[in-house]
Structure formats: structure tokens, C-alpha cells
């Protein structure tokens, strides 16, 4: 016979609801938009390119408002203030209200896209794979 059970609704909520005060670190970056799936949040964390309260942590550590991450993917790093929760991944511009990015963050950020933006376009002539001219000219020559 199932016994009855006396707790109330807020008590069968699962933890991770959207009225806890934490969450798990992986969750959180899926649901703010950094990492596209929670095994590559996991995977970035373990690796140490995650760090809260400039510490290397575990996928599971749980996080609540307030918290300072540093996000590192590839050449770009995020340093925000975790702002709040959330159980599901929401929209782009709902993901941004989750966190603040520090002003030297994205100031640093700034500067390195600027950087690889003059970077790509000061590619010198006849460098890397031949334009579809090149290619042509080529044919004939050979005459293929």
C-alpha cells in the first residue's frame, strides 16, 4: 500500500526549479548560451577553462547570484556576474538578463575581435588557396 506522504508542493519541487537560489554550474552555461550543450559546458570546465571565484571547479558545483565566472572559448574570455537562474535554455536576449559582463571584459573582448578583424584583412596576395581567377588561369595554362 503507497504510503501518503505530508510534504508540501514547494518540498516535491525538483532542486534545480526556477525558485532555488542555486544551480549547477554545467546547467547554468547551457541555459545562459555559452556552451551549446551541457556535455560541452562539462567538458570545458573539467578542462579548467571555466573557473568561479577565480578557482577551478567541478561541472557540479552549485552557483547562486552573485558569483564571479571567467569563461574561456578559444581566443575570446568572458568574465560575468552571475545576475540568476534559470531551469531552461530561453532565448538569446532572456540568456543575457542571467548574467552582467564586467566592463574590462568586454572591453578586452572588444579589442581582440577588432584585432583578428585587421588580422584577417591584412592577408597578403597569393597567400592561402588560390582565388577562382587563379584557378582558371592555371587550366589554361596547363590546359586542362
Known amino acids: 500500500m503507497p504510503r501518503k506522504s505530508n510534504a508540501t508542493a514547494s518540498e516535491n519541487r525538483p532542486?534545480?526549479?526556477s525558485t532555488s537560489d542555486?544551480?549547477?554550474?554545467?546547467?547554468w552555461l547551457w541555459a545562459a548560451r555559452f556552451f551549446k550543450t551541457r556535455s560541452l559546458a562539462s567538458e570545458a570546465i573539467s578542462g579548467g577553462k571555466v573557473q568561479v571565484e577565480d578557482q577551478r571547479v567541478k561541472p557540479?558545483?552549485?552557483v547562486r547570484a552573485g558569483a564571479r565566472i571567467r569563461i574561456r572559448r578559444g581566443p575570446m574570455?568572458?568574465?560575468v556576474i552571475l545576475q540568476g537562474i534559470s531551469k531552461q535554455?530561453?532565448?538569446a536576449p532572456e540568456a543575457a538578463l542571467l548574467y552582467?559582463?564586467?566592463s574590462a571584459s568586454l572591453a578586452s573582448r572588444e579589442s581582440e575581435a577588432?584585432?583578428?578583424r585587421v588580422e584577417k584583412t591584412e592577408r597578403a596576395r597569393g597567400m592561402g588557396r588560390p582565388t577562382k581567377r587563379d584557378r582558371r588561369r592555371l587550366s589554361?595554362?596547363?590546359?586542362?
Open 15 to 17: 532542486p534545480d526549479s
Open 114 to 116: 577588432e584585432r583578428r
Open 89 to 91: 535554455r530561453r532565448p
Open 60 to 62: 557540479a558545483k552549485l
Open 140 to 144: 589554361e595554362l596547363t590546359g586542362r
Open 77 to 79: 574570455e568572458w568574465e
Open 22 to 27: 542555486s544551480q549547477r554550474l554545467d546547467k
Open 100 to 102: 552582467q559582463e564586467t
